[in-house]
């Protein structure tokens, strides 16, 4: 069953979404591009934020930096297979279908709007350990915290984007749902190790992401994805890189 937070996250997406077509009619065009640009910039210390955590340690009074090969690694893999799977167009004929599904087929912005939110609001480790506390314990308190970022964050972006970031709803509410169905199975299973490096990687991803708000798409972030796949697979082994 579903659980309260993904609920609670899915909804305050929604509302965020209302909340930026109310305001964005009301807003000039030159004031929504820079919307766009400071919520760009926004994604980006977020991700930069989140990369740093994980990277930077003070040792003996210095700040150090390391697991660059780890990035490596996990980035060109993951990468590779992406775009063998091409998941970007995967997103991109989801995105069709709900333009035309939901009546929005002149709305040239929508898919652009709709995979660049769901990007956003689907990586990071915050909605996997959210989804499995919300499973194990009934514990919504992280999503609950989600949402209200996520409302922000989507509330600029539909004012400069459009509503297609509103319909990000569907894959946050279908990703975190599974997780926290079976949070049961998966928790025994997601290490300290693990989490570090989804958090890790996932943050470098939303940096991606942030990038192609600031500088319009440069990069195939959905095709990165595979990614955490291997940033999972990497912690398993005996050794750390």
């Given at each position: 069953m579903i659980g309260l937070g993904t609920i609670i996250n899915a909804a305050a997406i929604i509302v965020g979404g209302l909340c930026g077509l109310?305001?964005?009619?009301?807003?000039?065009?030159?004031?929504?591009?820079?919307?766009?640009?400071?919520?760009?910039?926004?994604?980006?210390?977020?991700?930069?934020?989140?990369?740093?955590?994980?990277?930077?340690?003070?040792?003996?009074?210095?700040?150090?930096?390391?697991?660059?090969?780890f990035i490596v690694a996990c980035m060109a893999l993951g990468g590779v297979l992406g775009e063998i799977i091409d998941l970007e167009n995967g997103f991109e004929k989801f995105g069709s279908w709900l333009k035309i599904k939901t009546g929005n087929a002149k709305d040239s912005q929508f898919v652009n709007a709709f995979v660049t939110a769901s990007l956003t609001v689907c990586i990071g480790a915050m909605a996997i350990?959210?989804?499995?506390?919300?499973?194990?314990?009934?514990?919504?308190?992280?999503?609950?915290?989600?949402g209200v970022l996520d409302f922000v964050i989507i509330m600029v972006m539909t004012c400069s984007l459009g509503k297609g970031c509103m319909f990000s709803a569907i894959p946050v509410a279908?990703?975190?749902?599974?997780?926290?169905?079976?949070?049961?199975f998966l928790r025994p299973l997601l290490t300290d190790a693990i989490l570090v490096?989804?958090?890790?990687?996932?943050?470098?991803?939303?940096?991606?992401?942030?990038?192609?708000?600031?500088?319009?798409?440069?990069?195939?972030?959905?095709?990165?994805?595979?990614?955490?796949?291997?940033?999972?697979?990497?912690?398993?082994?005996?050794?750390?890189f």
């Open positions: 109310l305001f964005g009619k009301r807003i000039k065009e030159t004031a929504q591009q820079t919307l766009l640009l400071s919520c760009g910039v926004c994604v980006l210390f977020l991700g930069i934020a989140g990369a740093a955590e994980k990277m930077l340690q003070v040792e003996n009074g210095a700040l150090t930096s390391g697991r660059a090969l350990v959210g989804a499995i506390q919300d499973g194990v314990f009934g514990d919504y308190s992280v999503l609950a915290t989600k279908i990703w975190e749902g599974l997780i926290t169905v079976f949070a049961r490096n989804i958090s890790l990687i996932g943050s470098i991803l939303i940096f991606c992401v942030g990038i192609n708000l600031v500088w319009g798409k440069k990069i195939r972030v959905a095709n990165l994805l595979p990614s955490l796949i291997f940033a999972v697979l990497f912690a398993l082994l005996p050794i750390s």
